[in-house]
């Protein structure tokens, strides 16, 4: 009887057991290395040689799990000339059922489409100023199901990496944040922001719909003033898979207010990534949209062809300032482990399509050219 007893009981825990064997440190490393060519039509002397091929990035991505606690981790090394070493993201999370999800640290800004709002290697017009694959400084709640993606944060600031009383923004970053423009001049940070976003999800016949809005407001610093203004941004936004298509498009609005010292204008704000800062018109409206088609295929490594297009327009609010484009067509090719994006990408009034890099998004120039960047940038993901 008390054999009986002993094996009814053993029997009842095998399924206890079985759950804490399988709990147990979790750990996944993976990367990239990525190489570019390209050939720019404002550069004289890189036409004369039929362009520059060299080194884009190499990263390390990291996720661990443990008791239902996630990190998740990419660290990125670029060229010095591109700002060097930098966290691209880096949070702790915690999933409360698979729908719903807390996340604690450098998170992906909850605005607009996400985790892109473009297929092409250069992402959309927005991301230049800060309003496509953002990530500070945080916590952000998730609730994700088959029909509502909502998600609440709170950002304490962007990427801190100087905790000084008055010290500038970093310029060695991924995502575009406000920051100083280099020469001593509009010296801000971001501040205090909250974002809200709300997404319905439709299921048609061999499609999917996702219908949104974006909402986000914050804080601006400025350190020479010591003094906060505001700013704040929307967005309407729809994505559409539908078999092999995709379509992206979004509008957004967003406003700076600035404290500047005298002499400085509000009209315009620094931002800066990659090393390098410019300026960006206070306050515009952006309309995007990206249509992309995905085609199979079999040539020995080679399974799928996506061609796409994406176009971005800039309306600053100023009349005297000239407005802003970029339209970036290509494809992207899929072999095994190697992504190929092969693009050509133009702009007008745009400082990584163009010979004008600091006033560019700001005043712009009068009757300023397209210009054009073919690009080919290849990257072995493990």
Known sequence: MVLKLKMVLLFMAMPVLSLFAQDKPELHVGGALRFNYNLSSWKEGQKKRGGD???DVFRINAKAKYKGVKLN???RLYSEGFGG???KQGWLGYDFTPENN???GLTQVPFGITQYNSHNWFFSLNYYMGLEDDHDMGLKYTHNSEEWLYAVAFFKNAEELGFGSNSDVSDSRYSYDVGSSGDGLYRNKEINQLNLKVAR?????NSH???GVSAQYGGIYNLDTENTGDHW???GHYELTAGRWNVKAQASKYKYNTENPAGQTNDVIAMTAYGAPYLVAAEATTYTLGVAYTLPVEWGPISSLQFYDDFGYMDKKRNDFHDSYMNVTGVLITAGNVYTYIDAAQGKNQ???GPVWTDALAAGTPDADWEMRFNINIGYYF
Do not use: T
Not at 201 to 205: D, P
């Open 53 to 55: 091929f060299g080194y």
């Open 73 to 75: 981790a990419e660290y």
């Open 85 to 87: 070493g930098m966290l």
């Open 102 to 104: 807390l996340q604690i």
């Open 201 to 205: 999800k439709f299921a048609g016949n």
């Open 209 to 211: 719909h996702m219908l």
């Open 233 to 235: 941004a929307l967005a």
């Open 351 to 353: 400082p990584w399509l």
